[in-house]
């Protein structure tokens, strides 16, 4: 066999991948798995003030504790509110420092608002709520650009067949007749505990009262 052979051979050979040591270190690497920055650091220059900072997707704890946040709103307050929780929750990097890896007492800062000392991320959340709408405008499309592009590259790595769109269809579908399952239950639940509770109290109205003891 020739070099040039052997050479194309070895290039052409997959790689053997290390054995991992125990199923602990796999399962470890799987933290946080799928959370990436943004490429670049974004410089926003707004009213004589510039700020340097990082973005990146959030977990989907984070989502859901975003909503709830704010499930007392609605409407365009409900929309406006939500920005501002997932924004204070994408803000990975400002101005050199690493939100991300603060822990403990470390994450505790004091809240500009109003003096107090908070977790970084609720001061981050009332921050930004005083902050210009055009500069959230601009975030929010940050933000969303960034996690469109990581899943369209999720996407593209898969083959079609990979991808179940009805399956995934027949799950939500699912969800949303359970959804509403439950929320007629309760709406029926209700409505008899309210006829019960007004049958009781025309019982009690109509009842004939004792009659008078005469001394």
């Known amino acids: 066999m020739s070099e040039g052979q052997r050479i194309n051979l070895e290039q052409a050979a997959p790689e053997i991948e290390a054995t991992p040591q125990s199923i602990d270190d796999i399962i470890a690497g799987l933290k946080s798995f799928g959370i990436e920055e943004f490429e670049e650091i974004l410089e926003l220059n707004a009213g004589g003030k510039i700020i340097k900072l990082r973005i990146s997707n959030i977990p989907t704890e984070d989502e859901m504790m975003s909503l709830m946040a704010v499930e007392g709103s609605k409407g365009y307050l ?55 709408q ?3 405008q601009v975030l929010w499309k940050v933000v969303c650009v960034h996690c469109q592009r990581i899943e369209d590259r999720l996407v593209s790595s898969f083959p079609d067949s990979a991808i179940m769109t009805e399956v995934e269809k027949r799950f939500l579908d699912q969800a949303i007749r359970d959804i509403a399952d439950q929320n007629k239950s309760l709406i029926t639940e209700g409505f008899n505990k309210l006829v019960d509770s007004v049958a009781e109290e025309e019982a009690l109205t109509t009842e004939t009262p004792a009659p008078e003891t005469q001394e």
Do not use: C
């Not at 929309?79 to 690493?98: A, D, P, T």
């Not at 003096?115 to 210009?132: E, T």
């Open 78 to 132: 409900w929309v406006q509110k939500v920005k501002i929780e997932i924004l204070s929750r994408s803000i990975s990097w400002i101005n050199g420092v690493q939100i991300r890896s603060l822990e403990g007492t470390a994450r505790n800062v004091v809240d500009p608002t109003d003096g107090q000392r908070r977790d970084v991320q609720v001061v981050l959340r009332n921050i930004l709520a005083g902050w210009g």
């Open 134 to 136: 055009e500069v959230l």
